[in-house]
Nanobody
Framework: QMQLVESGGGLVQPGGSLRLSCAVSGFTLDYYAIGWYRQAPGKERVGLLCISTNDAISYYLNSVKGRFTISRDNAKNTVYLQMNSLKPEDAAVYYC???????????????WGQGTLITVSS
């Protein structure tokens, strides 16, 4: 059974940094692209960025370019989201999601994680 579990969320001050982890089980991470998405209260879920099986990174949201980056450690079955220079508008529930091989956006996800909450406030 495919499972993705996000961790690392919490409260951070504006301008601060946070690293989220997405631990996967029940499938071989080597064969899956992993994307990060977020959903703010009252808004739709949006894609942020994704890492494919060959480590190519696709950015879905321009406002996170230069601030967010993604990496994967297949040996640890974990994908990371490093977030720097956080802004209040980054506050949301953050989700990781798996899809076979390449990054193809949120409509082609095979499995979602349960999400982790990020609050950006002073």
């Amino acid at each position: 059974q495919m499972q993705l579990v996000e961790s690392g969320g919490g409260l951070v001050q504006p301008g601060g940094s946070l690293r989220l982890s997405c631990a996967v089980s029940g499938f071989t991470l080597d064969y899956y692209a992993i994307g990060w998405y977020r959903q703010a209260p009252g808004k739709e879920r949006v894609g942020l960025l994704c890492i494919s099986t060959n480590d190519a990174i696709s950015y879905y949201l321009n406002s996170v370019k230069g601030r967010f980056t993604i990496s994967r450690d297949n040996a640890k079955n974990t994908v990371y989201l490093q977030m720097n220079s956080l802004k209040p508008e980054d506050a949301a529930v953050y989700y990781c999601a798996a899809q076979r091989h390449n990054c193809r956006g949120g409509d082609a996800v095979d499995k979602w994680g349960q999400g982790t909450l990020i609050t950006v406030s002073s």
